[in-house]
């Protein structure tokens, strides 16, 4: 039998089923759908995404708006800020009875004492007067329960002119002033390393220098409670 006779043979019964009585039972096999790729991707990276974000959850804990258990809530007046309470180590120092001619300054990890430089000495002098031992005769006692801390003194002046033999200029008057305040507390009982003295001479005002009310605040010794570096 031939090639051609043979492909001839093959095809008859497939002819007769599709054109005789057996057509009606005769099915074509309907090729599967592709499956949608591009919708399993999208739920995969949905599904990160929900894993990421359970994570970043976990790991950032409770939010800073909750108070801890026990802790107070304080509230500030609105009357005006609260005053700098003093630094824990200096605030056990009683400073409240110095009179009213020591002005107590509280400022960021220091304590400072501010007296007139018209209460310690006389006008254009830094020879302590004896009204100015008695004012710092009370601070002695402060300065020496404060003994882990360095004792810093510094004279101030306003900007009116000073020349005289001793003093050329207000960076000597402050400074001799400054100084004149270490050799007193120095001999009531108040370490020599702890202590150190300087002057600013009027390039530190408080106050205007326009007015005499000014001038009179810029005239001033600050003696200042600090760490130790």
Request: a neutral charge; hydrophobic letters at 45%; proline letters at 7%.
């Amino acid at each position: 039998m031939s090639e051609r006779d043979k492909q001839a043979a093959f095809a008859a019964p497939r002819r007769a089923l599709d054109s005789g009585r057996f057509a009606r039972w005769h099915l074509e096999p309907t090729a599967a759908p592709e499956e949608e790729g591009w919708l399993l991707t999208y739920l995969d990276v949905i599904t990160l995404l929900l894993v990421m974000m359970v994570v970043m959850l976990s790991f950032a804990g409770p939010g800073k708006h909750k108070a801890p258990a026990g802790a107070r809530a304080v509230v500030t007046p609105l009357a005006g800020p609260e005053p700098i309470p003093a630094p824990a180590p200096l605030a056990g120092l009683l400073v409240d009875g110095l009179g009213a001619n020591i002005e107590v300054v509280v400022t960021q990890g220091t304590l400072s004492f501010r007296i007139s430089s018209e209460l310690l000495f006389d006008s254009g002098e830094a020879r302590l007067s004896a009204p100015g031992l008695a004012v710092l005769g009370r601070l002695v006692p402060v300065l020496q329960r404060g003994s882990a801390y360095r004792v810093v003194v510094v004279g101030h002046t306003d900007n009116a002119p000073v020349q005289t033999g001793r003093f050329p200029s207000n960076w000597e008057l402050s400074t001799g002033r400054a100084a004149s305040v270490v050799r007193y507390l120095q001999g009531q009982g108040v370490e020599p390393a702890r202590m150190r003295a300087t002057g600013y001479a009027d390039t530190r005002p408080v106050a205007s220098n326009d007015k005499a009310q000014g001038r009179a605040a810029n005239r001033r010794v600050e003696v200042t409670l600090e760490a130790f570096e």
